[in-house]
T-cell receptor, first 115, second 117 residues
Framework: DTAVSQTPKYLVTQMGNDKSIKCEQN?????MYWYKQDSKKFLKIMFS???????INETVPNRFSPKSPDKAHLNLHINSLELGDSAVYFC??????????????FGPGTRLTVT | AQKVTQAQTEISVVEKEDVTLDCVYE???????LFWYKQPPSGELVFLIR??????QNEISGRYSWNFQKSTSSFNFTITASQVVDSAVYFC??????????????FGGGTRVLVKP
């Protein structure tokens, strides 16, 4: 069974369009994340949710809006797509137990190409 | 601010050679976690190890070993007797524990390892 899944795996769209990426985890984790990996492989956190509450919101254009309907899902909606949004977007999840922060498990990534 | 530096951008070795990946980090926190992830050509990110800042014991897992030295803020990774399947980009990451829950990871730039047969 897939632990962290993302759909779609590939997304090709034109500038100005609005698109969404979905993420689901079946690990029972409380915290979920979105990361962006640029063309040089640099990974940077964008958002994090814990039990549906936003806890990390990095300097990300407000065209990006995460939504967590429940703790197993974290979706990413992007408005008015720009060429610079082209990247691989990774969803991840983690658990915290007795004050110990455990590793994040990543989804397979969504490669977004804006033309 | 947290920072992770992986000075080696690319390492090329011949199969069966050992390869060591360097990771140097900066943090003001006394409690933190360090991680290594592998990203093979297929693109997924695979967790390899998590290390607590209070645990400086070296760790070995099969052909992989890690050397954590708090005094030099380094967390180096060695692959012994490399194999072609080890070809990947390897990321070192540092956690930011300031939040009540969750873990903000700061990643290094990655080191691409190419193992030639």
């Amino acid at each position: 069974d897939t632990a962290v899944s993302q759909t779609p795996k590939y997304l090709v769209t034109q500038m100005g369009n609005d698109k969404s990426i979905k993420c689901e985890q079946n690990l029972g984790h409380d915290t979920m994340y979105w990361y962006k990996q640029d063309s040089k492989k640099f990974l940077k956190i964008m958002f994090s949710y814990n039990n549906k509450e936003l806890i990390i919101n990095e300097t990300v254009p407000n065209r990006f809006s995460p939504k967590s309907p429940d703790k197993a899902h974290l979706n990413l909606h992007i408005n008015s797509l720009e060429l610079g949004d082209s990247a691989v977007y990774f969803c991840a999840s983690s658990r915290r137990l007795a004050g110990v922060e455990y590793e994040q498990y990543f989804g397979p990534g969504t490669r977004l190409t804006v033309t | 601010a947290q920072k992770v530096t992986q000075a080696q951008t690319e390492i090329s070795v011949v199969e069966k050679e050992d390869v060591t990946l360097d990771c140097v980090y900066e943090t003001r926190d006394t409690t933190y976690y360090l991680f290594w992830y592998k990203q093979p050509p297929s693109g997924e990110l695979v967790f390899l190890i998590r290390r607590n800042s209070f645990d400086e014991q070296n760790e070995i897992s099969g052909r992989y070993s890690w050397n954590f030295q708090k005094s030099t803020s380094s967390f180096n990774f060695t692959i012994t007797a490399s194999q072609v399947v080890d070809s990947a980009v390897y990321f070192c990451a540092l956690s930011d524990p300031i939040k009540a829950a969750g873990n903000k990871l700061t990643f290094g730039g990655g080191t691409r390892v190419l193992v030639k047969p």
